[in-house]
Every structure is written in C-alpha cells, then in structure tokens.
C-alpha cells in the first residue's frame, strides 16, 4: 500500500539555525512533489512543488530537495524564525494514475522555532 | 489574494442529523475537493469534483456523504445522519486547472457531533 513517512516527532529548533524535514514514500510514483504549511485550526498552505526532473527547487529561506531513487525529499528552513512554527506537509502526486490533481498528505513535521 | 471560504467556522450537532457544509472556491477554479482532518490526525482526501460531477472519492466518502455544486460559486459537503466519528475539522479545496498543481485550501468548518 502506499505510505508517506514525515517524522512524527517535533523538530525544536532555535532561531537562526537551518531546520530539516524528511518526506519518505513508497509505492508511489510521484511526477512532483508539493510541501505545504499548516498552522493550528487552519487548512494547508502551499510552499513548494519540485518536479522528478528537479533535483532542488528554493524559494527565500526555503530549500527543497527530491531523490527518485531514494523516494525522498528532504524540506531546508534555513535562518528559521519563530515565525516558521508550524506543521510541514508533504504531498507526493501526479501518479500517472492520478488525473484529479488530489493529494495525499503525510502526517507532517511540527517545527518549533524558539528565539 | 483570492481565498477559498468556508461556512459555518464551527458546526455542532446531534448524532443522527444532517449537516451541509459551505464553500465557496476560488472563482475561476475548476477542481474541487473535500478534506476531513480528525483531531491529532492527518489531512485525508475525501472526495474530488470536476465538471460538476465526482471524480474521485476515497473509501471514507460512503454513501452518507455527498457533494454538489448547486450553483456558480458553492460547493457543499452533505453528510447525513451523522456519527460521533465524523466529528473533525472539514476542509474545502479547489485547484485552477489541470496544469497548475497547487491546492487551495479553506479555513476549514470545525464539526462536533455529540
């Protein structure tokens, strides 16, 4: 069956440090990879597509890594502030047999940036 | 920036009765969808709408629920005679079209069945 690992337990970082999140998957074969933010009591928020093709894709303090053969990608917070707190989803899609566009999410990472 | 919206933020109801949940999608998407987050849990797909028909629907999405988009701009979930289960925070999403990947996602409506 298919499955997405995050790491359930809470990253506790501090202010300025670079946070790093796993997404593992299997039985999945993803064209691209979506990575999406969730704060308490609200919905997900896009972050990050990185296609099968892309090895890295950045945006600001964000860094997104994708590994085909390891069915891995691997989300950078780097300067995190304490403003990054949150719940990190990852979403592996765009399966061949998936023409929907919907998405299935690992349990996410909680990331707690103390100052 | 155009949001998706969602009423009622909260909903409470007795076990057995019917709710609908309210959204309105962003105004020129074309894909919709329904998410449920159970306390604690993950995000989990429901149900997926696509030129006013269902397009894909989880094992979750059984006959006690239903979708529709009754006119131009909402789109409701309608879950009949609820269970205490059922209790969870319910998202709406919706998606330009088929070459722009990103989901957007309500606030969500907080579903307390007692």
């Known amino acids: 069956s298919q499955k997405i690992e995050q790491n359930s337990e809470a990253l506790n970082i501090q202010e300025g440090k670079t946070a790093t999140l796993t997404c593992n998957y299997t039985?999945?074969?993803?064209?691209?990879l979506q990575w999406y933010r969730q704060d308490p009591g609200r919905g997900p928020v896009f972050l990050l597509l990185i296609r099968e093709n892309e090895k890295e894709k950045r945006k600001e303090r964000l860094k997104v890594t994708f590994d085909t053969t390891l069915k891995q990608s691997l989300f950078h917070i780097t300067a995190s502030q304490p403003a990054d707190s949150a719940t990190y989803l990852c979403a592996p899609a765009g399966m061949t047999t998936d023409s929907w566009g919907k998405l299935q999410f690992g349990a996410g990472t909680q990331v707690v940036v103390t100052p | 920036e155009p949001e998706v919206t969602q009423t009622p933020s909260h909903q409470v109801t007795q076990m057995g009765q019917e709710v609908i949940l309210r959204c309105v999608p962003i105004s020129n998407h074309l894909y919709f969808y329904w998410y449920r987050q159970i306390l604690g849990q993950k995000v989990e797909f429901l149900v997926s709408f696509y030129n006013n028909e269902i397009s894909e629907k989880s094992e979750i999405f059984d006959d006690q629920f239903s979708v529709e988009r009754p006119d131009g701009s909402n789109f409701t979930l309608k879950i009949r005679s609820t269970k205490l289960e059922d209790s969870a925070m319910y998202f709406c999403?919706?998606?330009?079209?088929?070459?722009?990947?990103?989901?957007?996602f309500g606030s969500g409506t907080q579903l307390s069945v007692l």
């Open positions: 999403a919706s998606r330009l079209g088929a070459t722009n990947e990103k989901l957007f």
């Open positions: 039985n999945y074969s993803p064209a691209y």
